[in-house]
């Protein structure tokens, strides 16, 4: 059976006992072979999700297991059909991306996430099979060690704590025809519905960046909760937009 590493970064510590890492226990219960690379990337100094995942894949390069599972702190789950499910996945087919939310062309973010405090459902649109997506959200999504390896992290486009998976996914499809997918099972992400995505002016530069990075490749790009032309004008205007909208918000 193939085994997983769970990598996170970690800046509350709080959150993460009381969500994240209770949840391994299910995993022991089921027999899964996993270990888990915690990175407190403030005390790293890294400037960037990016920039710290691929620091620390490369450091533990000698103990990562064949699949990979990116999940932030405020991930819960309490049972292991998941992960049992990310395993024969891969089993069958190395070559995909898989997360618990992603964006799909029809352009409406698709999961089965609750908020653990409440147990209701995060986005409107549910999905019930396995699904095609154009990226994943960065909350909890998986792939092989060798992908990654092949891919890594575009820390130079992704220099701040958004997009880095949706700029993955973009790239493995358009380098090496890996495709992403969202699957219909359902774990925990955040307690409740008070904070969320903010697209921030970090948010905006790199979405801006991924955009012309993949002009040539797709007419526009969709991220979870953010969908924008990879035009030069179109692209430029939504982005100042959303940019005087948040001003407006403060």
């Known amino acids: ?31 899964i072979e996993y270990n888990v690379v915690l990175i407190d990337a403030q005390k790293c100094q890294y400037h960037s999700a990016a920039e710290a995942y691929n620091v620390e894949v490369k450091k533990n390069n000698n103990i990562l297991k064949d699949i990979l599972v990116f999940l932030h702190q405020d991930i819960a789950f309490n049972s292991a059909e998941l992960f049992l499910n990310m395993i024969q996945e891969f089993s069958n087919n190395p070559n995909q991306i898989i997360g618990l939310a992603g964006m799909p062309l029809r352009g409406r973010t698709i999961s089965n996430l609750k908020y653990k405090e409440t147990d209701s459902y995060i986005t409107a649109t549910r999905v019930f099979e396995k699904t095609e997506v154009c990226s994943v959200d960065e909350c909890c999504f998986a792939l092989t060690k060798d992908i990654f390896q092949k891919l890594m992290f575009d820390d130079t486009i992704c220099d701040g704590w958004h997009l880095y998976a949706v700029e993955l996914c973009y790239r493995a ?42 002009k040539n490749y797709t007419k526009k790009i969709y991220a979870p909760c953010y969908i924008v032309s990879t035009s030069f004008i179109p692209c430029l205007q939504k982005i100042i937009r959303t940019y005087f909208k948040n001003l407006l918000l403060r």
Not at 11 to 16: F, S
Not at 185 to 212: E, P, S, V
């Open 173 to 214: 499809a358009s380098h090496l025809n890996v495709h992403s997918f969202v699957l219909p099972d359902t774990i925990y992400h955040k307690m409740n519905g008070t904070t969320g995505l903010t697209t921030d002016f970090t948010f905006l530069k790199t979405i801006w960046k991924i955009a012309r990075k993949y």
């Open 1 to 31: 059976m193939m085994g997983i590493t769970f990598l996170c970064c970690v800046n509350d510590e709080q959150q993460l006992k009381s969500m994240l890492q209770p949840s391994f226990d299910v995993l022991s219960v089921n027999d």
